[in-house]
Each structure stands twice: as C-alpha cells, then as structure tokens.
C-alpha cells in the first residue's frame, strides 16, 4: 500500500513562506488525485487543495491566491507552497492521496507536519 511522509513544517512569522512536502512510496502509480488537508486544535480537518494527476487545482477560498500546490508524479512527491502565511493558516497539516480499486477506493494519509505562524 501506499505510504506517506510529510515534511517542511515549522515556525514561521506572519508575512513569511513555507514549502512542505510529501513523499509517497509503494504503488504509487494508482494515484488519482491528491490533497493537503489541516487540522487546527478543536477545529473540524478542513481541504486545503487538491490535485489531479492531470495537474486541475483546486483551493479553499482561504487560501486562494496565498497557496500552491502541485506534484511531480516522477519523483513521487506533492508539494504545497504557502506564502504570505497569516496566523489562521496555524495548523496541521496532513497529505492525503486516493487510488482507485475496481470497486472502491483506497484512501492513504500521511502523518501530517506542524505549521505554526507567529503574528
């Protein structure tokens, strides 16, 4: 099955960028469509992006404009450059990738990386 790993996380002040990462290994060729999803302490996990393997973005309103997010299939990597980061965006975040079986799907996640922005 597919693993995940996060990484890129930290503490950064308000204004400032981050890049975070996540890695995915195993059959990571049955890889349809794949997100960042955060996870504020006491808040419901809200969708961040998500990325087609045909490269159709999608945002939350409160991150259009601020926020990238992209994937290079060859090196198995999706990415979620954030900038301009505001202290909302305080969370953790979580990698989430979905394959498609023959009659359901399969639903992966990574352990997730704190993002912590300081005003």
């Known amino acids: 099955q597919v693993q995940l790993v996060e990484s890129g996380g930290g503490l950064v002040q308000a204004g400032g960028s981050l890049r975070l990462s996540c890695t995915a290994s195993?059959?990571?060729?049955?890889?349809?469509?794949m997100d960042w999803y955060r996870q504020a302490p006491g808040k419901e996990r809200e969708l961040v992006a998500t990325?087609?393997?045909?490269?159709?973005?999608n945002y939350a309103d409160s991150v259009k404009g601020r926020f990238t997010i992209s994937r290079d299939n060859a090196k198995n990597t999706l990415y979620l450059q954030m900038n301009s980061l505001k202290s909302e965006d305080t969370a953790g975040y979580y990698c989430h990738a979905r394959c498609p079986g023959t009659y359901t799907l399969y639903d992966y996640w990574g352990q997730g990386t704190q993002v912590t922005v300081s005003s």
């Open positions: 990325v087609t393997n045909g490269g159709r973005t």
């Open positions: 195993g059959p990571t060729s049955c890889i349809s469509t």
